[in-house]
């Protein structure tokens, strides 16, 4: 069976599986932000089409500058890429043929850009159903490769690092010339978070990468940036394809940038909804990873592998996303995206449902 490598597009999946889509159904594959776009882009929407007959600004000076006031972080220490997809493939061509080591289970994509550009690729496995990141366990490994990539929160636990264990696996690969790429694509689902880019000035081996499409919900535009010291943004932005930034993509992230209180409103939402569906699944004894953002892996522990769980929900017209391309999970998991109130509460019924007969 050839599963597809991503959520969302259930369209595949159901082919995959044998079944034909449901005219309606409701997606928990893609983890994005379930209150939609701001509402300001729909405003300005007609502004954007004025602006589609000329160039966009190749240096995305207004944007980035945006990102300084709001990180405190230098212009040259900012490259914006088209979403984060971009960024991390061209970390993986900046590290063409080198030593990778990827910490499991994590977003596939860090281990497809890698093996395009042959770099040989090491892995560090983390177990279920705490997912702990140790420093002492990972030592030895830092010691051979020439760069690691650390997703935080992790894409598909939910689960976010301990700073400290962070900032000391960062330390410890400066000793070893190892690149950290840290990347951060759901840092702002967080309602705890401190930020890493401080330690940008301090690190010329840690790289953040960031992702506007998730908060935003904007994946149909493209959007993230990346943030390291100046000499890495110019060797990564030497690596990048003109014209990769549409102007309705620059124009879309000025505006998501100052919408402060969206972000507020967002990340109290999930919070809420989550602690409301955790207690259903304690309730009816479904494990669940301690996720602090806006997906969680869920599994029946009365089944070993969740094939007849996944099929049971596609059949009730719910996605999941699958795991059997994260190592470490082979399928033992599904992965859900926090959505609305009533997409919750659907999924929660037809969960119902199911334990009521298993």
Not at 185 to 203: G, N, Q, R, V
Not at 206 to 218: D, G, Q, V
Not at 227 to 249: E, G, K
Request: glycine content about 4%.
């Amino acid at each position: 069976m050839i599963w597809p490598s991503h959520g969302s597009n259930p369209q595949y999946l159901y082919e995959a599986m044998g079944l034909s889509l449901p005219k309606h159904y409701n997606d928990f594959s893609a983890n994005i932000n379930p209150l939609g776009p701001p509402p300001i882009l729909k405003e300005k929407w007609m502004e954007f089409y004025q602006e589609i007959f000329v160039y966009p600004d190749p240096y995305a000076i207004q944007l980035k500058k945006r990102i300084e006031n709001l990180e405190q972080v230098p212009v040259e220490s900012i490259l914006i890429g088209n979403g984060g997809a971009e960024l991390i493939t061209l970390v993986a061509r900046m590290l063409a043929g080198k030593r990778v080591l990827l910490v499991q289970p994590t977003f596939s994509e860090y281990e497809k850009a890698c093996q395009a550009n042959k770099c040989e690729v090491l892995y560090h496995q983390l177990c279920e159903p705490h997912f702990e990141l140790n420093l002492d366990e990972l030592r030895a490994k830092l010691a051979h490769v020439d760069a690691m990539f650390l997703c935080n929160p992790n894409n598909p636990t939910g689960i976010q690092y301990p700073r400290s264990t962070i900032l000391s696996i960062i330390e410890e690969c400066k000793m070893h010339n190892c690149l950290v790429i840290l990347d951060e694509a759901f840092f702002d689902f967080l309602i705890e978070y401190d930020s890493f880019i401080p330690y940008i000035s301090k690190f010329s081996n840690l790289i953040i990468i960031r992702s506007l499409t998730k908060m935003f919900a904007i994946p149909g535009i493209r959007l993230g940036y990346l943030v390291a010291q100046p000499d890495t943004i110019l060797m990564l932005s030497q690596l990048q394809s003109h014209w990769s930034i549409n102007t309705i993509a620059l124009r879309a992230g000025e505006l998501c940038l100052e919408n402060e209180s969206f972000i507020k409103l967002t990340q109290e939402y999930i919070n809420n909804e989550r602690k409301r569906i955790f207690e259903f699944f304690k309730k009816n004894e479904f494990g669940v990873s301690s996720s602090n953002v806006n997906f969680y892996l869920l599994r029946d522990p009365f089944l070993n592998d969740q094939f007849k769980l996944f099929e049971f929900l596609l059949h009730k017209a719910i996605v999941p996303r699958h795991t059997f391309n994260f190592p470490g999970l082979e399928g033992r998991w599904l992965r859900f995206a926090i959505k609305g109130c009533e997409e919750n509460n659907h999924l929660m019924e037809v969960l119902a449902e199911w334990r009521h007969h298993h």
